[in-house]
């Protein structure tokens, strides 16, 4: 049985010469990004705790290009920073330790996209409707738990 | 005749168009709904948080232990620690993966089991953390609202005002003269019981709280600008606890929480419980095939698939932990 493994990671700029050498080579960049995530979470940076961008003010278009771009508006960099490596973590687990990168383009993209759409979905309904009640308590009359 | 002939080729059966094994595919369409459903509960956290933007407990402030580590402040260190021994875990998973496609019995046993060993370590670690978080720390009061009313003072360290927390414990004055005591069933007419009673009513503390000039009162809301939370002056900490305490609370659990929103307790035993679950059924799974490895079973059918299919499931518990480490601890 021949079981083809492709070994170059980081688009084809890092080779390794053999499939246990990629392994420990993604367990050494994961651990780094792990050890990242950490330092900046006890230290917290302070040029990282406030949103890249203030609101767009305005009509229609405004709110429109407030929910595009709500990860650089709403929330704090260091937020993002945390969000943006720890999908950068699943890739690498997902392509290299289960072996995401040898399987048929078809495969990975019936479940990556299909996981990816839903979940967008998700994320966003939940939010909108989370920081929509937040308002209603702030700003309405509201007091009840609902 | 070539349309016929690729017809015949096409739909006579035996085609792999994604190039896997029936049983490799389907672990991964059990996957994509896994992770479906740890998506929607983290989603729901994020939901409660959002609701509550400006009242959440701030995870750096409540999970702060390290085993063996009394008094030490410590965020995040331990969780760290438990991150790298799922992904430990995970690479000597693939390790034995990458072992039995060349047929390596005895290297395929070492990792599954050194696989199966990470997992059950990163189980304990976890019960460690729950633990310490049911028992609490520092205790405080819950007002008939349902706001939580913490306990600290205002300490010099390297030339700043730092706001220190205390424990309810070392200055709320207990009552000699006690007359409330938790209702037993044997003296109740038809077995009626209670349960265990706070170790403090809100009296007690009060009193504790205006024969200590320098304790105040921090409520669990977050002040926009700092990011920290407010901290009430002495006499609103008095008039806080008088008014409007209610319930002495330490530690957490689904009804109460000492750290703030009863909401983040609930969420952090269900997601993590539920992630917790899962390592075990994956152990469980793990110990399974370490068995058939060392019996042989797979030597015989001269294919180690059932090494790779209990793999992904199990580099797809690292993956959740990965993102319930950023939405609980980091974010």
Known sequence: ?146 | MSTAVAEGKTWNGGNEPLKASYGKMMMWFFIVSDALTFSAFLAAYGFSRFKFIDAWPIADEVFTHFPFLHGVNAPMYYVAFMTFVLIMSSVTMVLAVDAGHHLNKAKVTIYMFLTVLGGIVFVGSQAWEWNTFINGEYGAVQTKGGNILQFGEYVEQDGEQIFKRIAVEDFAIADAHKQRTAHESKNGVWFVGESALPAYNVSEVLKGLEAHENVLVRTHYIDEESGEKIILSRDHSLKAVKDNGKLYVKGANLQVNEYGAPLFADFFFFITGFHGFHVLSGVILNMIIFFNVVLGTYERRKSYEMVEKVGLYWHFVDLVWVFVFTFFYLV
């Open chain 1, 1 to 146: 049985m021949a079981h083809e493994h492709k070994l170059a990671i980081f688009r084809g700029t890092v080779k390794f010469k053999s499939n246990i050498q990629k392994i420990w080579g993604v367990l050494i960049f994961l651990t780094i990004i792990t050890a990242i995530e950490v330092a900046l979470g006890i230290y917290k940076p302070g040029w990282a705790m406030s949103p890249l961008m203030t609101p767009f003010e305005g009509g229609f278009m405004a709110t429109l290009g407030n929910i595009f771009l709500s990860p650089i508006i709403y929330m704090k960099f260091l937020n993002l920073i945390f969000i943006v490596l720890t999908i950068v973590k699943a890739y690498y687990i997902t392509w290299d330790f289960m072996h995401m990168r040898d399987e048929t383009k078809a495969l990975r993209r019936m479940v990556v996209w299909t996981g990816v759409f839903l979940i967008c979905y998700l994320i966003f309904i939940l939010l909108q409707e989370g920081g929509y009640i937040q308002g209603v308590y702030e700003n309405g009359f509201v007091k009840r738990d609902f």
